[in-house]
């Protein structure tokens, strides 16, 4: 070890590699992991940064240079690892508080590019029609290819009002299209519910913040309070929802649950394994459920639906989720500086892990769209246009049954969402059947 440092010396001279190679630290858990350091890989690591320093077109600040390589080897192992630097630590914090700045997108990366997890709701990326699985490659007319992801986020930002043009390749179009976008103050409600028809609610969750247990708590008690009493069923919303704080996910599922393993984790470090289990306080009161998920459900709202479904306590109804089955731990280095490391796995009650897979739904649909058939200019002929018809029969003034009005329409749920419509189909069957006394 002291002839590599004293190498070094001679070499390059520079304090910046020699500090990184004395931290006693990193290099006393390495030593701890298998009894050697990579000596060779060490000797090339600095045989590049000793070219850099003395052949690269441009001088280079040690400072930037090491935090580069940082970044590269965290970048190298899966795609949420991450160097925070003191800008990025702070803005970590930033999604459980429920307000930020910019588009409305939860996004990551992916061969390069960035791509869209899910736009969030009542957004600026959702109204200009951003869809989950988007890859970005042009921000402005500034190439995403070469970018960090921190970077892109940033090029994102700006001043409400001002605009961004994003060039979008979405699957099923032939060609690259552009889409323009109104930054905006962005103020995520995570919870919003409402009644779809007599006992038989709503509940949409857009992304796992702090407060969300509560407020959907809250939400649950002014529906049952405008519904007059007990809810019969209750449609979870979890599409497009990227994810957010653990516990928060580990509460919701807990509030729709008696007893049971809600998640649970495994890695290589010992305080990584844990276990979450639920406590007797279903506030449904085993009333039927029917969560409604897609490919950008994503993390805790695949921990929510992962653990319903294995506890039977819900339907799962919709598309594949997005498969993020992995814990983040932050790991502060100095007091202004942390790394993001991956640590853990997710795994559901059953023992599924939901890395790379999510949540298959027990009955999958297609995200279609329902929209009423316009009406042909010419009227199709029916009997009473025939000439010579027989009369009804009964008085004319009698008058038969009214056609239902858009207010009807509306009444029975005929939305243009069409998974929702289904969902709700099934819930009411759910409750029948739960309904039904069968002599024992």
């Known amino acids: 070890m002291n002839a590599l440092l004293r190498s070094l010396l001679r070499r390059f001279g520079s304090l910046c590699v020699v500090a990184a190679l004395l931290a006693s630290n990193p290099i006393a858990a390495a030593e701890n992991v298998d009894g050697n350091l990579p000596l060779k890989q060490l000797r090339n690591f600095a045989e590049v940064f000793g070219r850099i320093k003395s052949d690269y077109v441009e001088q280079v600040d040690d400072k930037e240079l090491l935090e580069s390589a940082i970044r590269g080897m965290l970048g190298g192992l899966d795609p949420h690892s991450a160097y925070l630097n003191e800008e990025d630590y702070k803005e970590i914090q930033v999604g459980t508080k429920g307000e930020f700045g910019g588009l409305g997108i939860e996004v990551g990366m992916e061969d390069g590019f960035i791509k869209v997890i899910a736009p969030i709701d009542d957004t600026p ?188 306590r819900a339907i799962i109804m919709g598309q594949q989720t997005f498969g993020k089955g992995s814990v983040q731990t932050i790991i502060p280095i100095t007091n202004n500086t942390a790394v993001k490391l991956t640590t853990a796995r997710y795994f559901t009650p059953s023992g599924r892990s939901i890395q790379a897979e999510g949540i298959k739904p027990d009955i999958e649909l297609d995200d279609l769209e329902v929209r009423v058939v316009e009406k042909p200019e010419v009227k199709a002929i029916k009997e009473s246009d025939l000439a010579g018809h027989l009369e009804n029969g009964k008085d004319e003034d009698a008058g038969g049954a009214e056609e239902p009005s858009s207010a009807d329409d509306a009444k029975t749920g005929a939305t243009p969402d069409y998974q929702l419509i289904e969902a709700l189909n099934l819930l009411k069957g759910l409750s029948i059947l739960q309904s039904k006394k069968y002599p024992g």
Do not use: C, W
């Open 125 to 312: 990326a959702q109204r200009a029609g951003l869809a989950a699985g988007d890859l970005l490659i042009r921000l402005d007319d500034r190439p995403v290819k070469g970018l960090t992801l921190n970077e892109a986020v940033n090029l994102m930002r700006g001043k409400p009002g001002t605009e961004i043009t994003l060039t979008v390749v979405r699957e099923g179009r032939d060609k690259p299209f552009k889409v323009t976008v109104v930054r905006d103050i962005i103020r995520v409600a995570s919870v919003k519910g409402r009644i779809l028809e007599d006992g038989f609610a709503y509940l949409r969750i857009s992304q796992f913040q702090s407060h969300t247990t509560d407020d959907m708590l809250k939400t649950l008690g002014r529906l049952r309070k405008k519904n007059g009493g007990p809810l019969r069923g209750l449609v979870l919303d979890l599409r497009n929802n990227p994810g957010g704080v653990l516990n928060t996910a580990v509460s919701v599922s807990d509030a729709f649950l008696n007893s049971g393993t809600i998640v649970y984790t495994e890695g290589r470090a010992e305080d990584s394994e844990l276990k979450f289990t639920a406590a007797q306080d279903d506030v449904l009161d085993g009333a039927p459920i029917v969560v409604l998920v897609n490919e950008g459900s994503a993390s805790a709202s695949e921990i929510v639906a992962g653990a319903l479904q294995d506890h039977r």
